[in-house]
């Protein structure tokens, strides 16, 4: 998958899984890796034809029990999914019609999710 801003673009591996190389191009054109992050959810866990792969669909699910357990807010709130929506329907648009369309929906951005806190969803 191919990101383009104005300042740049991003390329990321398939995104139907975890991990894999994560490439940035500055407005000169210049190709660069960006430096990996030493994360649980890029460990391989899983043979397919391809090669290895880490396949953690269930994080998501896990850290909503816990946040519901501790009381906070999970990450994947709905106001979140409505916004992935948004950006993924105006990408499209903006695709068809050939200029930018402005997002109609907004929502917090979640913490990340660090390599401690997704360790403790492995347990």
Known sequence: MELYGSEGSLFLPDPNFFGGTVEHASRDGEISALEPWDHPLGIPNQKHDEGSMANYRTAGLADMATA??????????????????????????????????????TCERPTALGPLEARSLMV
């Open 68 to 105: 519901i357990i501790d009381g906070r807010d999970h990450r994947c709130s709905l106001d979140l999914a409505v916004h992935a929506v948004d950006v993924m329907t105006s990408v499209l648009k903006s695709g068809e019609v050939g200029v930018f369309v402005d997002m109609t929906t």
